[in-house]
């Protein structure tokens, strides 16, 4: 089981620059969710689908981040355009469901940095 | 101001010492969880509780959920090297998890 498949781990850009983050769910899983790390504020969830549809994107922090799920294996995170205080490890996880009776597996995360 | 809050938010002790960690909020939970997050990796879920006043163990790690689920504690005993990590508490509000900032804890030999 490879788990969920982040891409890139490591992205360093320059501000104003378009970024894109890519997700593969585990196999069989029907939910997916977006998550962002940083030290101020923690672990805070951006997005969350459900059968490739949005679901509650009501902690996307700005109109400058949209997230899209075309198919069941993959999903993608863009910031356009990106700016330093975007600069946060960003985690994919999904699940079989919705609940905490179905467990989120998250991914290695992305490490972003804007200059 | 955290939903959730955790003390301490760090913590270095000695190898088999004894430590408690804890996750506290205003706002009751339908449920919390625990989750452990090693540098480089996403969080590991460790456990699920649910009732008020619920207590789980995993080997040397005790969770508690509060009686009016507003609160929980994780427990290790004997600490080990390998218990070093961020430690992550997580609520259920709506369906949506809500996570704590964490506890990192150093474990040294």
């Known amino acids: ?79 356009q355009p990106s700016e330093p205080r975007d600069s946060a490890v960003y985690f994919c996880a999904s699940s079989f469901g919705l609940g905490l009776n179905n467990e989120q597996f998250f991914g290695p995360g992305t490490r972003l940095t804007v200059l | 101001t955290q939903l959730l809050e955790q003390s301490p938010q760090f913590l270095s002790i000695q190898e088999g010492e004894n430590l408690t960690v804890y996750c506290n909020s205003s706002s009751v939970f339908s449920s919390l969880q625990w989750y452990r997050q090693e540098p480089g990796e996403g969080p590991v879920l460790l456990v699920t509780v649910v009732t008020g006043g619920e207590v789980k163990k995993l080997k040397r790690l005790t969770f508690q959920f509060g009686d009016a689920r507003k609160d929980s504690s994780l427990h290790i005993t004997a600490a080990q090297p390998g218990d070093t990590g961020l430690y992550l508490c997580a609520g259920d509000l709506g369906g949506k998890l809500i996570f704590g900032q964490g506890t990192e804890l150093s474990v040294k030999p």
């Open chain 1, 1 to 79: 089981d490879a788990g969920v498949i982040q891409s890139p781990r490591h992205e360093v850009t320059e501000m104003g620059q378009e970024v894109t983050l890519r997700c593969k769910p585990i196999s069989g899983h029907n939910s997916l969710f977006w998550y962002r790390q940083t030290m101020m504020r923690g672990l805070e969830l951006l997005i969350y689908f459900n059968n490739n549809v949005p679901i509650d994107d009501s902690g996307m922090p700005e109109d400058r981040f949209s997230a899209k799920m075309p198919n069941a294996s993959f999903s993608t995170l863009k910031i």
